[in-house]
């Protein structure tokens, strides 16, 4: 046993399926999941030693590659001065400024611990401000392992095949209803007969979770008009494409103002940071101006704002969108011309630093043609490139991530390894 499986074997002992977060078991594409011992620029180092480029980043964080010398210089920095005050402290003014400044939509905001934090919050304020209890997402969407949320979605919950979780009771489940993305019929008709119930729409503008889908022309632009029709709240859940998209995420590309946004991922450099903001108007209904709780020991922690704030500022300064996309466009022409020559029908939906592999003839537009695709022959794409040094999320429905520190050597690497892996298959 090398010492991935040594450590493994003694996890699964003390852990419930040997981790701490669901996916990172390869239940889905089989074999033990390594461990890694240290993680630098674009590349993982496990603890056999063994070098692999990584398209995994962190599940999203890690935009400027792993260990990057400024966020570290700005966390080692703020540990000088202390871990956590429970009062105020001036990174939290300097982090806000600086989202409300990238993503306009967002006029105040409040910082919380993780992804799941912000959009449950969000969806409380939702409520709490309109009145309302109903809530609309699209399947295959993740938001976090929100009670509410957690139904038809995707990520590690669709991995496992339990995109509904157990645990959660029925009458949580009814106040969810569930659409497919794209389908602005279905939203329309559901907004006719029920609009006056209805307190948001949460949707990931990209869904991010379930491969990578991208919206038909004007369906985004539809559900805000939707939702101005119907004074119900849009949430635009962009804790994955904010800051990886562009600067001011998803609505910033297709010029669409959410009323309230999810964050997390990348503004806390690789520490435990989310967000939520969106319109003053609305954020004023949070505690301590107005009657929706929402609260955290560790919220606005210095080492996780210094983290966020030195990752954000570097994406302001080096605004690296158009290499990330180059980067985006490699790998997936690498794929696709691949699977050509084979005759092998693939989609890969790519934006930027972000893209998703499908087995599949037919382009993904929602939950069910996500599903259709052969998983088996991503399973082997996965084995292969792990064989040979590259490292893709161990489930066909993630989306892989490019960092600036892919640049040259590494993305030529890998785009060379994947298109073997595909003839391979
Ligand atoms: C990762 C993710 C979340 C949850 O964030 P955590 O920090 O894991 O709680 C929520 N929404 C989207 C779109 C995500 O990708």
Partial sequence: MNTSEKLFERAQQLMPGGVNSPVRAFRSVGGTPFFTKRANGARLTTADDKELIDFVCTWGPAIHGHNDPDVRAAIAAALENGTSFGTPNPYEVEMAELITELVPSVEKVRMCNSGTEATMSAIRLARGYTGRDKIIKFAGCYHGHVDSLLVKAGSGALT???????????????????????????????????????????????????????????????????????????????????????????????????????????????????????????????????????????????????AGIASLQKLKALQPYERLEKMGQIIRDALVGAAKEKGLPIQVPQVGSMFAVFFTEHPVRNYGDATSGETQHFNKLFKYALDHGVYLPPSAYETCFISTAHEGNAIDQAADVLAAGIRAI
């Fill in 160 to 306: 496992l095949g339990n995109p509904d979780s157990a645990g959660i009771p029925a009458s949580f489940a009814a106040e969810t209803i569930v659409l497919d993305f794209n389908d602005v019929d279905a939203l329309r008709q559901t907004f006719a007969a029920q609009g006056e119930q209805i307190a948001a729409i949460i949707v990931e503008p990209y869904p991010a979770n379930c491969g990578l889908i991208l919206p038909d022309p004007g369906f985004l632009q539809a559900l805000r008009s939707i939702c101005t029709e119907h004074t119900s709240v849009l949430i635009f859940d962009e804790v994955m494409t904010g800051y990886r998209l562009a600067a001011g995420g998803v609505q910033e590309l297709v010029g669409i103002t959410p009323d309230l946004t999810a964050m997390g991922k990348i503004i806390g450099g690789g520490l435990p940071v989310g967000a939520l903001g969106g319109r003053a108007e609305i954020m004023d209904h949070l505690a301590p101006l107005g009657p929706v709780y929402q609260a955290g020991t560790l919220s606005g922690n210095p080492l996780a704002m210094a």
